[in-house]
């Protein structure tokens, strides 16, 4: 069974950063695509970035250049690094491993 938990969303001002964490288990995590998706109110859920096993990473067009994905897998963790915040950013942020999500973790950006 696997398992992800997010931690690490909060309130931030605009221009500020955030570290959000996942925290895997229940699978060989150092092999697995790692992924990050945000839904905002009244809007789908939409990619944000992600992390293949072999280190490649694929960003959405919002979050390159100001978000880095990383991955520990000593830990078994995944993390999302976000710089230079904007209000449009606030959104439930979510972690995805193979078919799997997590909770979510709330990021609210204010201006």
């Known amino acids: 069974q696997v398992q992800l938990v997010e931690s690490g969303g909060g309130l931030v001002q605009a221009g500020g950063s955030l570290r959000l964490s996942c925290a895997a288990s229940?699978?060989?995590?150092?092999?697995?695509?790692m992924g990050w998706y945000r839904q905002a109110p009244g809007n789908q859920r939409e990619f944000v970035a992600r992390?293949?096993?072999?280190?490649?990473?694929n960003y959405s067009d919002s979050a390159k250049g100001r978000f880095t994905i990383s991955r520990d897998n000593a830990k078994n963790t995944v993390y999302l690094q976000m710089n230079s915040l904007k209000p449009e950013d606030t959104a439930v942020y979510y972690c995805?491993?193979?078919?799997?999500w997590g909770q979510g973790t709330q990021v609210t950006v204010s201006s």
């Open positions: 995805t491993m193979l078919s799997y």
């Open positions: 229940g699978s060989r995590f150092s092999i697995n695509t």
């Open positions: 992390m293949l096993g072999t280190g490649i990473t």
